[in-house]
């Protein structure tokens, strides 16, 4: 669920001119990288974001009154084709990304810190490959999807030697599923 906006962005939201930008992070196994909606680069958060400009978009993020996982897409075109390798040969799949809105002033300043639209796993990426450029589209989904995937975790001696090598907790299951255990009556 996203925040409230504060009092100031919230504020501007109703002004004649309004400057909305999206901020985006993505943390990659090699280096994370933080985009935002402009040109040029903007220091935010003690870290530098590096403006995309019209190459990049976004879907609409999606909030729902039910518990139900909404996914984002993230777009960025002109990519040179000699930097497609890397991106098809970098694991993507479990790690984190995040979307903000912020206001900017009409001095080009950001109001107040930017205020965090979605908070997800990447999925998948991809990659539709042009003569000079590409296209990368990569589909992150909101971390309630895992509350939809299957738990293979079994109540046995096994399955716990492979999570915590020597734990004994599990080894004596397999003897009380038979077992007769007086419980409250006298011997």
């Not at 984002?72 to 075109?77: G, P, Q, V, Y």
């Not at 040969?89 to 912020?102: D, M, Y």
């Not at 002033?105 to 107040?112: A, K, T």
């Not at 205020?115 to 991809?126: A, N, S």
Request: no cysteine; proline share 5%; aromatic share 10%.
């Amino acid at each position: 669920m996203a925040e409230r906006l504060p009092a100031l962005s919230a504020a501007e939201t109703a002004a004649a001119e309004v400057r909305p930008i999206l901020l985006a992070f993505f943390d990659f196994a090699g280096a994370p990288v933080r985009a935002w909606s402009g040109v040029g680069d903007l220091v935010w958060d003690g870290h530098t974001w590096t403006g995309v400009g019209t190459f990049g978009e976004v879907s609409s993020v999606e909030e729902t009154v039910e518990v139900r996982a909404t996914g984002a897409t993230f777009r960025l075109s002109g990519v040179p084709s000699d930097l497609v390798l890397e991106v098809i040969n970098t694991s993507i799949q479990g790690r984190r990304a995040k979307l903000w809105l912020g206001f900017m002033s009409p001095d080009w300043v950001l109001l107040e810190d930017p205020v965090l639209l979605f908070d997800g796993r990447m999925d998948t990426v991809e990659v539709i490959d042009g003569a000079r450029t590409a296209v990368i589209s990569l589909l992150a989904e909101n971390r309630l999807r895992d509350l939809e995937r299957p738990r293979t975790r079994r109540y046995t001696s096994e399955d716990q030697q492979n999570e915590y090598p020597g734990d004994l907790g599990f080894a004596f299951v397999p003897s009380l599923q038979e077992a007769e255990i007086d419980w409250g009556r006298p011997v």
